[in-house]
């Protein structure tokens, strides 16, 4: 679906009993739009208007964000104490600006730029905010080693988990493990360590695993494969990761 039909169907997934906005009229007052303009587009009879449509937005707190501008994907978290269960008499509760909830999504939606849709979001990772590789960072995307994707064995197996820092796409480093795209529309992502060497005018793209005889290098070269644009590479950093140690 396009904008205007995305806008149309998040209003109209508020729409109704136990929801946000009993019916339409209800919606119409509470916006402050015409109830019948608001009908026309709900049923699809007409659309809205600039100045229509960015008031809707406005009103029901919707923030717009380029996919060339930096974004933050990690949110806040507020904690519930529970109901039964403490850990022991004294114990303090967690602090929750002292953590932060991480969205955990597939490899090629957390390679692409702008932030990570709602509906591409299979999980929330708690990550406390003060250890040393995380600390300043908020930009981050966890992404799971797919089941037998052995290329980075024996630093990383299948069920792993990973952090990326979406802010930090520069192979300055040789051998970073970073999070990679293809070229093309459709290009597969994954996770790989990054060399770079400048060749006939271009910067090439070097991609290898740690099971290189299993997986041999691709080479690629940042002009030529990707229009220049390094975020079409490189979705990030990898910045920490939970493993079962069991299997190293």
Not at 30 to 59: M, T
Not at 87 to 111: C, I, K, M, N, Q
Not at 203 to 220: C, G, H, M, N, Q
Request: net charge negative; glycine share 10%.
């Amino acid at each position: 679906m396009g904008f205007t039909d995305n806008v149309r169907q998040a209003l109209l997934d508020r729409i109704g009993p136990g929801k946000r906005y009993p019916n339409n009229k209800r919606m119409a007052d509470e916006l402050g739009v015409d109830p019948s303009q608001l009908n026309r587009f709900l049923k699809r009879e007409r659309g809205l208007n600039s100045d229509s449509l960015g008031h809707i937005l406005d009103r029901v707190g919707v923030t717009l964000t380029f996919c060339d501008e930096p974004s933050d994907t990690a949110r806040e978290i507020c904690f519930r104490a529970p109901d039964k269960g403490r850990a022991g008499p004294g114990a303090p509760e967690p602090r929750a600006d002292d953590y932060l909830a991480v969205p955990l999504a597939d490899p090629a939606v957390a390679a692409s730029p702008g932030l990570v849709p709602e509906r591409d979001v299979e999980g929330w990772v708690l990550v406390w905010r003060h250890q040393e590789s995380i600390r300043f960072r908020s930009n981050l995307v966890a992404v799971e080693i797919p089941p037998g994707e052995r290329s980075m064995a024996p630093t990383l197996h299948p069920g792993d988990i990973v952090l990326v820092d979406r802010d930090d796409r520069e192979p300055n480093a040789a051998g970073r493990i970073m999070l990679v795209r293809e070229p093309g529309k459709d290009g597969a992502a994954c996770i790989r360590r990054v060399g770079t060497r400048p060749l006939d005018g271009d910067v090439e793209l070097i991609y290898y695993s740690d099971d290189s005889r299993e997986y041999p290098p691709a080479t690629f070269r940042l002009g030529r494969d990707f229009g220049g644009d390094i975020t079409g590479a490189i979705g990030g950093n990898v910045v920490w990761a939970w493993s079962d140690m069991t299997r190293k």
